[in-house]
């Protein structure tokens, strides 16, 4: 844990955490010295000469003085290094989202990144302070109270070293077991929170499903899972707890007989005896008390884990002089691409899209449309194979310069907490509010300003006075026509629309195109008659035509039967086109 906090740290972090470890180390070690000087302290004080107990009892209260200062230093310092260290965490997973390729974010890891981001960081950045320094104190005054022991009395420092030892091996089998169910408590956690989700968000079709439906027995059984997984769980870590106290007393009681028969056996004096009995029993709190923060540690160390993941995530490589494309076509050669190795989404793709011109990919579900409207972004890389835009491998080009080039307008549109204005001109940061409004115009999103109780400056957002479906996908093509780049990616709604909003939708889109090249999922029949081309995929990663309709309607089984369908679910008939 600190060697990787160390790593992600600034300077001024690092620095913060490396006083405070320092600090803590002096203030349990002068808590230690001060412990130590109980020995001299209490046989002096039973001793003939009980004056020479000043001395000792003066070094006793300048230790612990300086221990208690050094423990207050520690605690200020150690706020202040979690306090950084969270600014820092949130700064590096900020950083690293912004550098991440686009194909990196699916909804587990944007779900990760909101776990880490909000407790985990918070928990881990803390460890320091609020774990390590309990754990410390368990672990460095027992010791050298113990080797102290060991130049009084040699069996003594024994016992003493016995009793630690046995806790730290019955303390050590307790994580072990404990982590592991701990596991099995995260995953059905996870299993049980996705199910109930799912639940929520599914509510109309679990209602018109009536009692007992496939939705409600999957929350029933996840819930039942992770009642189960908790209470082993709990169980474990009570027998944990149980072994490592019923151990710690076991310790504590051998110090006990062996002090006691030392003493009667004149090898131990009474004053000594008395000083041995406080030890034992105060270094024996201190183990108990530190023994919890383990489990503390785990979780902390888990969610650096998850961390970690996020800031090694592979970025992609990014050429060192960026090219620049001739124009905005776009060709695929031998593009082949998977996300498992084991199973091809695309494989050999060979078509060009010519500058200014639609192109409608249509294909059965999953496939690969999405996938490979988003390979010409460069979500990802391809795994062979090149993307060319204006005749240059994207890889050429640089992320940076494919995003200048694309425009994508895809169904799952987010609106941030601000104004409607605002929200549009994400399209083009520097755009006027002119700009803003002309594009708002032709996207057909004035209508929506009008309806809202203050026009464009309306808030709206993904918590509070959020758009419907056919509203958002007006304000992604009012931000692509704000940031007017040659190219533009079309994920069209697969939802049905009401008549205003589809005629609207459709103005917008026509507004688009103009000289573009648009790339076009094309769900609806209008579209792909509309499109210069048409690039169908057969469901098994292969492009199995491209053309034009009519050509495509004898050349292509699965456009003529998806023609059919349409056409036929629409109540048109194949002659009516
Ligand atoms: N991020 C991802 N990670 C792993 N597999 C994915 C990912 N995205 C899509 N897939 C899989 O790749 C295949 C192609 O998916 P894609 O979404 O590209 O198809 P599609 O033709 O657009 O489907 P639909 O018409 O249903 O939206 C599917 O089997 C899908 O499960």
Same mark, same amino acid.
Do not use: K
């Given at each position: 844990m600190i060697r990787f906090l160390m790593r992600i740290g600034d300077t001024r972090a690092r620095r913060m955490l490396a006083a405070y470890l320092v600090v803590v180390t002096v203030a349990t070690l002068l808590t230690s010295a001060a412990f130590v000087t109980l020995l001299p302290l209490t046989t002096a004080l039973l001793s003939d000469e009980p004056a020479s107990m000043l001395a000792p009892l003066g070094l006793l209260v300048a230790f612990a003085v300086l221990a208690g200062m050094c423990d207050v230093t520690a605690t200020l310092i150690g706020q202040r290094a979690g306090a950084r260290f969270i600014l820092r965490m949130h700064q590096l997973i900020a950083e690293r989202t912004a550098r991440l390729p686009l194909g990196w974010f699916d909804a587990e890891r944007t779900g990760s990144i909101s776990n880490v981001t909000t407790r985990g960081v918070t928990f881990a950045a803390n460890a320091p302070e609020s774990m390590i320094r309990p754990m410390l104190y368990g672990l460095v005054p027992p010791t050298l109270v113990s080797l102290a022991m060991l130049r009084v009395e040699w069996r003594l420092g024994l016992c003493f070293l016995l009793a630690a030892g046995l806790v730290a091996v019955v303390y050590r089998w307790a994580q072990a077991r404990d @982590?592991?169910?701990?596991?099995?408590?995260?995953?059905s956690d996870e299993e049980g929170? $996705?199910?109930?989700?799912e639940f929520a968000a599914a509510?109309?079709?679990?209602? #018109?499903?009536? /009692?007992? %439906?496939? @939705?409600e027995r999957s929350v029933r059984t996840a819930l039942a899972e992770q009642r189960t997984a908790k209470r082993a769980a709990l169980i474990a870590r009570n027998w944990g707890t149980q072994a490592y106290t019923a151990a710690g007393f076991a310790g504590l009681l051998l110090i006990f007989v062996v002090a006691v028969a030392l003493t009667g056996a004149g090898r131990l004096q009474p004053g000594a005896l008395v000083a041995v009995l406080i030890l034992a029993v105060a270094m024996s709190t201190l183990t108990r008390n530190a023994l919890p923060f383990g489990v503390g540690v @785990?979780?902390?160390?888990? #969610?650096?884990?998850?961390?970690?993941?996020?800031?090694?995530?592979?970025l992609l490589p990014e050429p060192e002089h960026p090219r620049t494309p001739a124009d905005s076509s776009i060709e695929l $050669?031998? !593009? %082949?691409? %998977?996300? %498992? /190795?084991?199973r091809p989404v695309i494989s050999g793709a060979n078509f060009r899209m010519e500058p200014g011109t639609m192109t409608a990919i249509v294909g059965p579900s999953g496939s690969g449309k999405t996938t490979l409207a988003r390979l010409m972004a460069r979500f990802w890389d391809v795994d062979s194979g090149e993307i060319?835009? @204006?005749g240059v491998d994207v890889r050429e080009l640089g992320t940076r310069n494919v995003m200048a080039q694309v425009s994508m307008v895809f169904q799952d549109v987010y609106l941030f907490e601000d104004t409607l204005m605002e929200n549009i001109r994400l399209g083009r940061p520097g755009a006027t509010d002119d700009e803003v409004g002309e594009a708002a115009e032709r996207a057909g999103v004035t209508e929506i300003a009008d309806r809202l109780p203050d026009g464009f400056a309306t808030q709206v957002g993904e918590s509070g006075g959020t758009l419907s479906g056919g509203e958002r996908q007006r304000v992604s093509i009012a931000r692509a026509l704000l940031k007017n780049a040659p190219i533009v990616l079309l994920d069209e709604a697969t939802a049905a629309l009401d008549i205003e909003s589809e005629m609207l939708i459709q103005r917008g889109l026509a507004q688009l195109s103009g000289d573009k090249t648009l790339v076009v999922i094309a769900h609806r029949l209008q579209t792909i008659r509309q499109?210069?081309? !048409?690039?169908?995929?057969d469901g098994n990663g292969g492009v199995e035509a491209v053309g034009d309709h009519e050509t495509l309607l004898t050349a292509s089984p699965t456009y003529a039967r998806f023609w059919a369908e349409r056409t036929e679910s629409m109540g048109w008939t194949i002659d009516a086109h």
């Open positions: @982590g592991r169910f701990e596991q099995a408590v995260d995953a929170a $996705a199910r109930v989700i509510q109309p079709a679990v209602r #018109a499903a009536g /009692p007992d %439906s496939l @939705g @785990g979780i902390a160390n888990r #969610a650096l884990d998850a961390l970690r993941s996020i800031l090694d995530a592979p $050669a031998d !593009v %082949s691409f %998977s996300y %498992s /190795p084991d060319r835009i @204006g499109a210069d081309q !048409v690039v169908v995929l």
